[in-house]
């Protein structure tokens, strides 16, 4: 009786360690800081990720993206890459040199894809917006350097109230 009594406090031990690696094929969803990379000639008052809010981005220059990092946009493991999300920004107006408003701000959107590669620990989801009007999606573990290198500094100016162009290079 001892010997079955000991046999099946083990098996039971044996069956409590195992059940979570035999349960493991479902991960708990994510929560991910979006950030925002601006590489449009115009400021980015806010934007949002399947609704998730992202903030305001600045224009991106040398190794600076723009944008800070706000909370959060779910990622669920379970669920397959990849995937269309709908991102919605305003632009913000834009002052001539009297002051005076010479660009309302704008409400642009786009379909945008995530696809991978998942990093093992992800932690952000980058919002890259290119000089196209286009928008690229990234999954990150870490802020990443902008994907175009804009130096605004010897951009020249437009005839909108002092604003830098994008180079040639990049439009």
Not at 97 to 104: L, M, N, S, Y
Not at 117 to 139: I, K, N, T
Request: a negative charge.
């Amino acid at each position: 009786m001892k010997l079955r009594t000991a046999h099946l406090a083990r098996s039971l031990l044996l069956l409590s360690l195992l059940t979570p690696a035999l349960a493991g094929c479902k991960e708990d969803p994510v929560m991910l800081g979006v950030v925002g990379y601006n590489y449009t000639d115009r400021y980015i008052d806010r934007f949002s990720v399947d609704g998730a809010g992202g903030g305001n981005v600045n224009k991106s220059h040398g190794d600076s993206g723009g944008g800070s990092t706000v909370c959060c946009a779910v990622y669920d493991p379970n669920y397959p890459l990849p995937v269309e999300m709908r991102v919605e920004w305003m632009f913000g107006y834009q002052r001539g040199p009297d002051g005076r408003i010479v660009v309302p701000d704008e409400h642009h959107e786009a379909i945008a894809v995530l696809d991978g590669p998942v990093p093992e620990d992800p932690a952000y989801l980058e919002v890259h917006f290119m000089p196209d009007g286009s928008v690229q999606l990234r999954m990150t573990a870490d802020h990443s350097p902008p994907m175009l290198q804009i130096d605004r500094s010897d951009a020249p100016q437009s005839a909108l109230g002092g604003q830098p162009a994008l180079p040639e290079s990049v439009r």
